[in-house]
T-cell receptor, first 115, second 110 residues
Framework: DAGVIQSPRHEVTEMGQEVTLRCKPI?????LFWYRQTMMRGLELLIY????????DSGMPEDRFSAKMPNASFSTLKIQPSEPRDSAVYFC?????????????FGSGTRLTVV | GQNIDQPTEMTATEGAIVQINCTYQ??????LFWYQQHAGEAPTFLSY????GLEEKGRFSSFLSRSKGYSYLLLKELQMKDSASYLC???????????FGPGTRLSVLP
C-alpha cells in the first residue's frame, strides 16, 4: 500500500491566489481528515469526511477554505483567496471504519507558503 | 474546554528511560492516541489507549488513568533516533475526531 498520498509537497504562492491541495487516502479507509500544523497552534483539525460525506467542518477557519471529497479515493482542500497567515503544513490523514487500534495514517503533508 | 497539556520540551540521555506526560479534560473521554513526529515529517502512530492500564509495544509503553485524566508515554533504552516531538491526542464523546495536544519535543543526547 502506498499510504496516504498528498500533492504538492511544497507550494509557494502569492497572496490572493487560489491554492488547491490534494489527497488520496488509503484504499478501504472510510474516514479522511484534513489537518493544519503551525508552530503557534500545533496540529488542528480542519474538516473530516466519512464515506465521502463531510461530518464536521467546524475547524475550517473561514469561508476562504473549502474541502470536497467527490469519491472515495480523492479529496481537495481549496483556499481562495490565500493570505500569508494561511502559511502552514497541511496534512491529510485517513483511517478505517470502526477501529482505532491502528490510529490515523498521515500523508507527508503539503508545506504552503503564501507571500 | 478540551485542554490537553504536555510539557513543551524534555531532554534525556541515550540509553536512559523517559516519561512524557499528558493531561486532559476527563468529561466525555473516549480514547487517547500517542504519535511520534520527527522534524519535517508526518506524525506516525505509536499507541492507542481507551481502558485504564499499561499498553506495551517494545521499547515504548503507554499508560492511561481515566479517572485522573492522565496518560504517559514511556520510552526505554533511548536511542538518538527517538529525538522527535511526541503528540498526545484525545477523543471526547462519540465523535470520530481526535484533538491533538501541543506536543513534547524530546532531545536525546549522547
Amino acid at each position: 500500500d502506498a499510504g496516504v498520498i498528498q500533492s504538492p509537497r511544497h507550494e509557494v504562492t502569492e497572496m490572493g491566489q487560489e491554492v488547491t491541495l490534494r489527497c488520496k487516502p488509503i484504499s478501504g479507509h472510510d474516514y479522511l481528515f484534513w489537518y493544519r500544523q503551525t508552530m503557534m497552534r500545533g496540529l488542528e483539525l480542519l474538516i473530516y469526511f466519512n464515506n465521502n460525506v463531510p461530518i464536521d467542518d467546524s475547524g475550517m477557519p473561514e469561508d476562504r477554505f473549502s474541502a470536497k471529497m467527490p469519491n472515495a479515493s480523492f479529496s481537495t482542500l481549496k483556499i481562495q483567496p490565500s493570505e500569508p497567515r494561511d502559511s502552514a503544513v497541511y496534512f491529510c490523514a485517513s483511517s478505517p471504519q470502526g477501529t482505532d487500534v491502528y490510529g490515523y495514517t498521515f500523508g507527508s503533508g503539503t508545506r504552503l507558503t503564501v507571500v | 474546554g478540551q485542554n490537553i497539556d504536555q510539557p513543551t520540551e524534555m531532554t534525556a540521555t541515550e540509553g536512559a528511560i523517559v516519561q512524557i506526560n499528558c493531561t486532559y479534560q476527563t468529561s466525555g473521554f473516549n480514547g487517547l492516541f500517542w504519535y511520534q513526529q520527527h522534524a519535517g515529517e508526518a506524525p506516525t502512530f505509536l499507541s492507542y489507549n481507551v481502558l485504564d492500564g499499561l499498553e506495551e509495544k517494545g521499547r515504548f509503553s503507554s499508560f492511561l488513568s481515566r479517572s485522573k485524566g492522565y496518560s504517559y508515554l514511556l520510552l526505554k533504552e533511548l536511542q538518538m533516533k527517538d529525538s522527535a516531538s511526541y503528540l498526545c491526542a484525545v477523543r471526547w464523546w462519540n465523535g470520530q475526531n481526535f484533538v491533538f495536544g501541543p506536543g513534547t519535543r524530546l532531545s536525546v543526547l549522547p
